[in-house]
């Protein structure tokens, strides 16, 4: 069998293999190096931390025991990581109003997502205000608001930013 037909598989797994939670597999056809690898398991899940590789039957190498470790966290998690953290810092203990939105898969939609799909956001219509802590306790008051699966991202607005009411009704 030629090499470029060749089918191989990688186990994504969040820990050691066989001592954790299986994520998924993933297929391909042909050659891969372990940077496209890794990138294609990043895209699949961030949780991952080893991949399990089983080649091709007919690849010669087929049967051997290939790992892939996940190099945790690389340098631009890192600032990322850090970049959040100076952010969490500097919101804390102000007042926020937070306004969440859920993508709809929309052919025309002028947005488009990681694997180039277009989408159009639709923002729930009612905000809340709130103390903020940190970035994950939003998340996990969008969760009680509106329920886990009825947004998928949030904007943040200070309390200040918000632009004076043109009229109200009461």
Request: proline residues 6%; aromatic residues 12%; glycine residues 6%.
């Amino acid at each position: 069998m030629h090499p470029e037909f060749m089918k191989h598989k990688a186990s994504l797994w969040d820990g050691d293999v066989g001592n954790s939670r299986h994520i998924t597999d993933v297929y391909w056809e042909g050659d891969i190096t372990q940077q496209e690898l890794g990138d294609v398991a990043d895209q699949i899940s961030a949780d991952w931390q080893t991949l399990d590789l089983e080649l091709d039957p007919a690849h010669p190498a087929h049967g051997k025991t290939y790992r892939l470790r996940k190099t945790w966290p690389s340098p631009a998690d890192e600032a990322l990581a850090l970049g959040v953290l100076d952010v969490e810092d500097e919101l804390e203990g102000n007042f926020v109003w937070v306004h969440c939105c859920k993508h709809v898969a929309d052919p025309a939609g002028e947005l488009e997502d990681a694997s180039g799909q277009p989408y159009r956001q639709v923002f729930n219509t009612v905000m809340f205000c709130t103390e903020f802590t940190t970035f994950d306790d939003i998340a996990d008051q969008c969760d009680e608001n509106f329920g886990p699966e009825a947004w998928d991202e949030y904007e943040l607005y200070l309390d200040d930013d918000l632009p004076e009411p043109i009229g109200s009704y009461c």
